[in-house]
């Protein structure tokens, strides 16, 4: 089974960038749908972007198309998630998945998750 380990994660001022990455093992990475979910304290994990494995589509959640980026190298088995224009209500733990198929926006439908890795974004 696919494992995911996500990193680059840490504190930023309102209006800056950081970017995140999630490096996987244990499968054919190419042939994996990769998307990155977040969760707010005490709220549920929500969907942020994934990027298919066939012809890199991509999807973005409303609230960071535009300012988020997600995007996959093959040969190195990783996925990141650019993220610019950061806002205060950014601030989640960031968590990586792996699937076969895309199979929505709702977490529990997801099994391959890292541990997460905390984006912290100062007023």
């Known amino acids: 089974q696919v494992q995911v380990v996500e990193s680059g994660g840490g504190l930023v001022q309102a209006g800056g960038s950081l970017r995140l990455s999630c490096a996987a093992s244990g499968g054919t990475f190419s042939r994996y749908v990769m998307a990155w979910f977040r969760q707010f304290p005490g709220k549920e994990r929500e969907f942020v972007a994934a990027?298919?494995?066939?012809?890199?589509?991509?999807s973005y959640s409303d609230s960071v198309r535009g300012r988020f980026t997600i995007s996959r190298d093959n040969a190195k088995n990783t996925v990141h998630l650019q993220m610019n224009s950061l806002k205060p209500e950014d601030t989640a733990v960031y968590y990586c998945v792996a699937d076969l198929t895309f199979r929505g926006r709702d977490y529990r439908e997801y099994s391959s998750w890292g541990q997460g890795t905390q984006v912290t974004v100062s007023s």
């Open positions: 990027i298919g494995w066939r012809d890199y589509s991509t």
